[in-house]
C-alpha cells in the first residue's frame, strides 16, 4: 500500500536524479532549463527548474527534504493528487519567480520543497483533523528555521523560488480545503 502511494514521489526523485546524473556523464550544462525571468523564450523553465542542479551538495540537500515532505503528503493522498500538488506547485513558483524574480537563472528543487513545507504547514491549520495538526507541528519543530529561507540573504541562493514555492503551497492548501 505504502510502496503504491509513494509512486509520485519515488518517479520524481528518480527524475531529477537522472536529470543530474545526464549531466555529470555528459558533462551538460543544464542550467539553460532554470527559470530566467521575463525571457519569453525561457518560459519552459517554469516547469524544469525543479529538475536542474548546481552540484552534487546542491541535489542532496534539496533530496532530503524534498522526500520527507514528499513522504508526508503522498502518504495523506493518492499518487494522482501528489504529482497535480507537485505539478502546480511547480508552475506556480516557477511563474511567481519569472514575473517577479531578480535577473538570474533560478534552479532546483528547493521551490518545490518550500511548496510542500508551506502545504503541510497550513494543511494543519485548515484541515481540522488532529492528525494533520500533529504533523504541521512535527515538521515545524523540525524544520521551522526553513522559513528563514523566503528571505534575501544569499545571492547564490533563489530566495524567491523559496517564496514562491511556499506560497503556492499556501494556496494550493486553502484551496484544497474550499473544495472539499
Known amino acids: 500500500m505504502a510502496r503504491g502511494k509513494l509512486g509520485g514521489l519515488l518517479a520524481l526523485v528518480g527524475i531529477i536524479w537522472g536529470a543530474y546524473l545526464v549531466g555529470v556523464v555528459f558533462s551538460l550544462d543544464l542550467s539553460g532549463f532554470g527559470v530566467q525571468p521575463r525571457q519569453w523564450e525561457r518560459l519552459y523553465g517554469v516547469l524544469t527548474w525543479p529538475f536542474v542542479h548546481a552540484d552534487r551538495t546542491h541535489l542532496m540537500n534539496n533530496s532530503v527534504t524534498l522526500v520527507?515532505?514528499?513522504?508526508?503528503?503522498?502518504?495523506?493522498?493518492?499518487?494522482?493528487?501528489?504529482?497535480?500538488l507537485s505539478i502546480m506547485i511547480t508552475l506556480y513558483?516557477?511563474?511567481?519567480?519569472?514575473?517577479l524574480g531578480r535577473d538570474a537563472t533560478h534552479i532546483g528543487?528547493?521551490?518545490?520543497?518550500?511548496?510542500?513545507?508551506?502545504?503541510?504547514?497550513?494543511?494543519?491549520?485548515?484541515?481540522?483533523?488532529?492528525?494533520?495538526?500533529?504533523?504541521?507541528?512535527?515538521?515545524?519543530?523540525?524544520?521551522?528555521?526553513?522559513?528563514?529561507?523566503?528571505?534575501?540573504?544569499?545571492?547564490?541562493?533563489?530566495?524567491?523560488?523559496?517564496?514562491?514555492?511556499?506560497?503556492?503551497?499556501?494556496?494550493?492548501?486553502?484551496?484544497?480545503?474550499?473544495?472539499?
Do not use: C, N
Not at 68 to 84: D, Y
Not at 140 to 153: D, K, R, V
Not at 155 to 164: K, R
Open 68 to 84: 520527507v515532505f514528499g513522504a508526508i503528503i503522498s502518504l495523506r493522498s493518492s499518487s494522482w493528487q501528489f504529482v497535480g
Open 109 to 180: 528543487a528547493s521551490g518545490l520543497v518550500f511548496g510542500y513545507f508551506g502545504y503541510i504547514m497550513t494543511r494543519g491549520i485548515y484541515d481540522g483533523r488532529i492528525s494533520s495538526i500533529v504533523i504541521s507541528t512535527g515538521v515545524m519543530l523540525l524544520f521551522g528555521s526553513m522559513i528563514w529561507g523566503i528571505l534575501p540573504t544569499d545571492a547564490q541562493v533563489s530566495w524567491e523560488g523559496h517564496l514562491f514555492g511556499f506560497l503556492a503551497g499556501v494556496v494550493l492548501a486553502v484551496r484544497s480545503k474550499s473544495s472539499r
Open 93 to 99: 513558483a516557477g511563474l511567481g519567480v519569472w514575473l
